[in-house]
């Protein structure tokens, strides 16, 4: 009889495991709580005015000239696409620009309207160690200034054809 009280002792017993139910209820919910918030910050990403409309131009528009446009991509940990306008904008008015609004116009090779995509312009602080970006009331243009900028887009329709946007001045403030 000893022998059998230390086999019930050592032996494992074959109760019934629970599944832990509270862990993974609070584990769903901050994913669930993680992917709603990657996505508004996709969709939240500055957009001014209606993007599917043309805007006309600015009056101060014809002052501010865009040159050195270049274009790069990066992914992002959400899975999609950045894509990177960097270019120099000078201000050749003679006021001092302290805000930029610019809608990209993104073509495509299928003779439909191109993606409109409406940004504020971000001038470039510093390219070390990383892209530094401010807005413009930040760091106004004066008169005969310039500056490099970078417009960042997300979501941009597989249809592009990758030929540079053309890029208007909708809304300029000026002081």
């Given amino acids: 009889m000893a022998d059998l009280n230390q086999d019930q002792l050592f032996s494992e017993k074959n109760e019934p495991r629970s599944i832990p139910v509270a862990p993974i209820a609070i584990a769903a919910v901050a994913v669930v709580i993680l992917v709603i918030v990657l996505v508004l910050m996709s969709r939240s990403h500055g957009t001014v005015g209606d993007p ?3 805007q006309p131009l600015a009056a101060y528009a014809p002052n501010l000239v865009v040159t050195g446009v270049e274009m790069s991509e990066a992914e992002v940990p959400s899975g999609g696409k950045q ?19 610019v809608q990209a116009l993104f073509p495509n090779d299928q003779q439909t309207q191109p993606q409109m995509e409406t940004v504020a312009l971000n ?3 510093s390219r070390e160690p990383f892209v530094d970006m401010v807005p413009v009331n930040a760091a106004p243009l004066a008169p005969g200034g310039e500056a490099d900028f970078r417009l960042i887009f997300e979501g941009i329709d597989p249809k592009w054809n990758l030929q540079p946007p ?8 000026t002081k």
């Avoid at 894509?83 to 930029?100: F, K, L, M, P, W």
């Avoid at 053309?166 to 403030?173: K, P």
Wanted: proline share 0%.
């Fill in 52 to 54: 599917t409309k043309l």
């Fill in 166 to 173: 053309e890029i208007h001045v909708v809304q300029v403030g």
């Fill in 123 to 125: 001038i470039v602080r």
């Fill in 83 to 101: 894509t990177y306008i960097d270019g120099r904008i000078a201000n050749h008015g003679t006021s001092i620009v302290n805000a930029i609004t």
